[in-house]
């Protein structure tokens, strides 16, 4: 099983032991606001969520736990959405319970999991993004290191409106934690 640790999470395999805390997330309405395409209605769709994630077939998706009692936090990991010959390019994804919210612990895991998959997962470059009025998502994106590399204006359908989507991306090269 795998296990990361950082200064205050632990990152490790997802289990079925995690289905009622990830359906607690994924069901969460107003947490999964920005994530409609993720967020779940029924226990059914949040265990076959947790065991796609279980079988990491096309990524890596780690369950979030804070090292403090082992409670569930959230959930980060990333798509392998392409590769070249000099490796792997994903999209990655974050989300975290309210109660774990502002405390930088979703910062603290994307970066792990940025490390992974550079130093382990044979990746040369991270793309990410959000709706442009998720400015929490925004804020981790550039705290953990990414930089801006676009807007599509009101392309996505959100909501019941056409909203502007921001385009994150890091690569390899430009990671400041590897020599």
């Given at each position: 099983m795998m296990r990361l640790e950082t200064e205050r999470l632990i990152l490790r395999d997802n289990t079925l032991r995690d289905l009622n805390d990830l359906h607690r997330l994924l069901s969460?309405?107003?947490?999964?606001?920005?994530?409609?395409?993720?967020?779940?209605?029924?226990?059914?769709?949040?265990?076959?969520?947790?065991?796609?994630?279980?079988?990491?077939a096309d990524?890596?998706?780690?369950?979030?736990?804070?090292?403090?009692?082992?409670?569930y936090v959230g959930q980060v990991g990333y798509t392998i959405t392409g590769s070249t010959p000099l490796g792997n390019i994903v999209h990655m994804g974050y989300f975290i319970l309210p109660e774990y919210q502002g405390q930088?612990?979703?910062?603290?895991?994307?970066?792990?999991?940025i490390a992974y998959a550079f130093e382990n997962d044979h990746?040369?470059?991270?793309?990410?993004?959000c709706y442009?009025?998720?400015?929490?998502?925004e804020r981790v994106m550039c705290k953990a290191g990414f930089r801006k590399e676009g807007t599509h204006i009101?392309?996505?359908?959100?909501?019941?409106?056409?909203?502007?989507?921001?385009?994150?991306a890091?690569?390899?090269?430009?990671?400041?934690?590897?020599?």
């Open positions: 969460n309405k107003v947490n999964m606001y920005y994530l409609d395409d993720v967020a779940t209605d029924t226990m059914e769709q949040s265990e076959a969520n947790l065991r796609h994630a279980m079988a990491n990524g890596h998706y780690f369950c979030v736990e804070h090292k403090s009692g082992h409670a930088g612990l979703t910062t603290e895991a994307v970066l792990c999991a990746c040369v470059r991270i793309t990410t993004g442009k009025d998720n400015l929490a998502s009101q392309a996505p359908y959100h909501d019941g409106l056409l909203k502007d989507r921001l385009s994150y890091i690569n390899r090269d430009d990671y400041p934690h590897l020599p």
